[in-house]
């Protein structure tokens, strides 16, 4: 009988682990280094509204490693979650309405029913993403009478700097919006749904932000591959510390083009190596599809593209000759709304820098699996190689983030590299954890002591992180 109640025992804890890992997490003890924050919020939502908030929400920012702008074109990326993060502060309101504050000083409170949101891609202010994680929740889950909600948000991801800090408050609305209404939402429905929502805004990103925000794991990056979605744990180098350094230049993937150019550019070179190849072309709209159609690997891919795709730029006029179609029936066929006015497309271009960083990123997973002896050299050429063709070939670099790996290079960074959508934002270094106080002081001094404005922004856009937890609900009985 012992044995047996033991046995049960064993199953009922891997049942629950299992059930943990499915869904997000509610815990009961906010952590120790937080609970000052949490108490503030608390206060600032008790001031507010009159009331304690019944739980919060959190959600973590990311910095993408290595496998940049290839999500949407269905290969695999390799981020891992931040411990800056998304926090809200969420209680009911009783009249049906959503109520929503932000700690941040330039950000406006909005309200409006829980039956009429309307979101203004022309015009993305923060609690627009909010509304898009909302909607995400009720439309996705066909919730008829959704309760209203009143929010305190406070973020302490730099915002506009490439580390998905309008992901991130797009998913901790998406889990607050869940757990008010009692539902229980799995970690990848809810990173899929958040992915669908942003949409809204006028993001077409390809799931990495979401996912790795729902199901990271505190100590662990993560490979993530999509279509279906699946993950796996990388351990980061021992010996080695990322730091993260803003260009203090902003980029807004939902107030500019570039990033929704880019996704157009590439669906548009997929098609014409399909149709080059004699396949199906209508049938192809991301460059991994295609890839598979012609069963080779992705490094071998480039060839294809120097074959198919001439190395000028196309002109919109060109590409309608190309398929045979007039101009309404490329815009229909390839283009999106906000792309459809765009004239130019450097195709060969977006093509080679997909194919050769979606082999970049698998190869630095493989190394990292193998750990042979100095892989964090490897790993540094991979990253750098990374940045070289985000700069020559996507075109996504800016001077200032050209400067700052340069900078980072310099003060003795293994690999450094522009993170998340680039035009901006910040950059990456793997760096030897005992030269880490020198790294930061000549980047100091090196980057951010140049200007005024850099060095105002110094002390939060420059730091060192830690692999983070993903996102959660705290119902904290330490506060």
């Known amino acids: 009988m012992a044995s047996k109640a033991k046995s049960g025992s064993k199953a009922a804890k891997a049942a629950e682990k299992a059930n943990i890992d499915r869904f997000p997490p509610i815990l009961k003890q906010v952590p120790d280094d937080q609970k000052q924050r949490y108490a503030a919020l608390q206060e600032t939502f008790q001031k507010r509204f009159g009331t304690k908030p019944a739980f919060f929400a959190r959600a973590p920012g990311r910095v993408n490693l290595i496998g940049e702008h290839v999500d949407y074109c269905g290969y695999s990326v390799l981020p891992m979650a931040l411990q800056q993060d998304i926090v809200m502060a969420v209680g009911p309101n009783p009249d049906k309405k959503l109520d929503l504050v932000n700690t941040g000083d330039h950000y406006d409170d909005f309200t409006t029913d829980v039956q009429h949101v309307e979101i203004d891609d022309t015009r993305p202010h923060w609690h627009q993403y909010f509304l898009c994680g909302y909607r995400g929740v009720v439309e996705g889950e066909k919730i008829s009478d959704p309760v209203g909600m009143n929010v305190v948000t406070d973020g302490t991801i730099p915002a506009r700097a490439g580390l998905s800090s309008s992901s991130a408050l797009v998913c901790c609305a998406a889990l607050a919006t869940m757990h008010s209404n009692g539902l229980k939402i799995s970690k990848v429905k809810l990173a899929t749904d ?50 993260i350094a803003s260009s203090c230049v902003e980029m807004n993937k939902a107030a500019t083009n570039h990033f929704n150019f880019r996704v157009v550019e590439t669906r548009i070179a997929a098609q014409v190596i399909a149709k080059t190849e004699g396949l199906d072309w209508r049938k192809y709209r991301v460059l991994r599809h295609v890839q598979e159609a012609l ?49 130019v497309f450097e195709l060969h271009d977006r093509a080679r820098h997909v194919y050769g960083e979606a082999g970049r990123t698998i190869k630095f997973k493989k190394t990292c699996d193998e750990a042979k002896k100095n892989y964090e050299e490897t790993l540094g050429i991979l990253m750098d190689t990374s940045h070289e063709s985000c700069r020559e070939l996507y075109k996504c670099s800016v001077d200032e983030l050209d400067e700052l790996v340069e900078v980072c290079r310099n003060a003795g960074s293994l690999g450094s590299r522009l993170t998340g959508a680039g035009w901006g934002g910040c950059v990456v270094s793997m760096v030897p954890t005992k030269k880490l106080k020198e790294f930061i002081s000549k980047v100091r001094t090196d980057f951010y002591s140049k200007t005024p404005e850099r060095q105002a922004q110094v002390d939060h856009t420059l730091f060192a992180t830690k692999p983070g937890p993903g996102a959660r609900i705290y119902e904290p009985t330490n506060l």
């Not at 949409?199 to 077409?204: A, C, F, L, R, S």
Request: hydrophobic share 35%; with cysteine; proline share 4%.
């Open 194 to 243: 958040c992915m669908e929502c942003e949409k809204y805004i006028g993001t077409h990103g390809g799931g990495m932000d979401q996912a790795i925000c729902f199901l990271a794991k505190e100590g662990m990056a993560m490979h993530i591959e999509f279509h279906p979605l699946c993950t796996s744990d990388v351990k980061i180098p021992n010996g080695v510390t990322f730091v």
């Open 295 to 343: 069963d080779t690997p992705p490094a071998e891919m480039r060839a294809f593209c120097n074959k198919d795709i001439h190395s000028n730029a196309w002109t919109k006029n060109e590409l309608c000759t190309f398929f045979g179609l007039t101009n309404e029936e490329l815009n229909e066929e390839s283009m999106s709304k906000n792309t459809i006015n765009e004239n």
